[in-house]
């Protein structure tokens, strides 16, 4: 079965305080791995696309690296407004895109 | 418009009343999807559609959930007898192609009381 899942559930850290996150999947022929942000009452906000293993993106303070098992969010010296939830998806062979549960973060200032 | 659109953006319904949502996906986007998210949990995928396709039907959870989309245009989500447990946020959303990024609505909120 297809399936993503993401780790912690929760991060709290101090502003400036690096961190990363994890979302590790099985998903069948994966297509694509992508990262979102979703902020409370809204949508999902694309933020990365990762197509294979060993490619790496970055935007501002994040930077997504992608395994053939996982990928990780890394968030480098992070501040308040980087509070969200952040959300992973694969894209199967078959191109429906599946999401994990999210992880929260909450950065204090 | 420049953005996915969603209606209503909030519905209370009562326990039994069907209730349809709608999607108004970015023009010439021909992927679109339905998501449903219950209170602090992730996106359960519903449906995909792309271009003429049949759609992927294979997360709609009961036969009470249905959805159409006329061509590459508007999407209704059709939750009949609706029941408690339905109560969520409904996200629809819209790519340019198979893989590439989505487009998120703002969701609509339904409560069934």
């Known amino acids: 079965e297809d399936q993503v899942t993401q780790s912690p559930e929760a991060l709290r850290l101090q502003e400036g305080e690096s961190s990363s996150l994890n979302c590790s999947y099985t998903?069948?022929?994966?297509?694509?791995l992508f990262w979102y942000r979703q902020d409370p009452g809204k949508g999902p906000e694309f933020l990365f696309t990762?197509?294979?293993a060993g490619e790496e993106k970055e935007k501002e303070r994040l930077k997504a690296t992608l395994t053939k098992k996982e990928s990780f969010l890394h968030i480098t010296a992070p501040k308040p407004e980087d509070s969200a939830t952040y959300l992973c998806a694969g894209t199967t062979g078959g191109f429906k895109t599946i999401f994990g549960a999210g992880t929260r973060l909450f950065v204090k200032a | 418009g420049a953005g996915v659109s969603q209606s209503p953006s909030n519905k209370v319904t009562e326990k039994g009343k069907d209730v349809e949502l709608r999607c108004d996906p970015i023009?010439?986007?021909?992927?679109l999807y339905w998501y449903r998210q219950r209170l602090g949990q992730g996106l359960e995928f519903l449906i995909y559609f792309q271009g003429n396709s049949a759609p992927d039907k294979s997360g709609l959870p009961s036969d009470r959930f249905s959805a159409e989309r006329t061509g590459e245009s508007v999407s209704t989500l059709t939750i009949q007898r609706t029941q408690q447990e339905d109560s969520a946020v409904y996200l629809c959303?819209?790519?340019?192609?198979?893989?590439?990024?989505?487009?998120f609505g703002q969701g609509t909120r339904l409560t069934v009381v």
């Open positions: 959303a819209s790519s340019s192609g198979t893989v590439t990024e989505a487009f």
């Open positions: 998903v069948s022929g994966l297509r694509g």
């Open positions: 990762l197509y294979s």
């Open positions: 023009s010439g986007h021909t992927a």
